[in-house]
């Protein structure tokens, strides 16, 4: 089915408008996966998306992430140094985890906050922002 291979990270934004079925989501998940590789979310960013979503909105989730097996729920130790450094640079856990996640995979993020993951300035080549068909 695919390699194993993440070539796109859902941040906090981005799983928050897939759980209220964001068009550009889905299309951008169906491209990922189409090519034999996965998409992830971060089980930090998983949890704080629960926690934030109700009804069908989190059942939505739940049975995604427990069905698709394109979606890797990612984990790894926080007391990671990499982890710490970027809470401390972004000042948001859930930041953090995502640009770890991409920079360990070489993989892009998804969100519709890009500028918060500017680094001198710049939001990084990896950054996806996501935008709904009527945004453009």
Request: a negative charge; one cysteine or more; aromatic letters at 8%.
């Amino acid at each position: 089915m695919n390699d194993g291979t993440v070539r796109l990270i859902l941040d906090s934004s981005a799983v928050l408008a897939f759980a209220n079925e964001s068009q550009a989501v889905g299309e951008l998940i169906a491209e990922v996966t189409g090519e034999d590789t996965r998409f992830a979310i971060h089980f930090r960013i998983a949890v704080q998306a629960f926690t934030r979503v109700k009804g069908r909105q989190r059942q939505r989730l739940v049975e995604y992430l427990a069905t698709r097996p394109q979606c890797a729920l990612q984990a790894w130790p926080e007391d990671s140094k990499d982890w710490a450094l970027w809470v401390a640079f972004y000042g948001r856990p859930d930041l953090a985890a995502a640009r770890v996640d991409a920079d360990r995979q070489g993989a892009y993020i998804l969100t519709t906050e890009p500028d918060s993951y500017r680094v001198d300035g710049q939001v990084p080549d990896n950054v996806i922002t996501l935008q709904e068909p009527g945004d453009l």
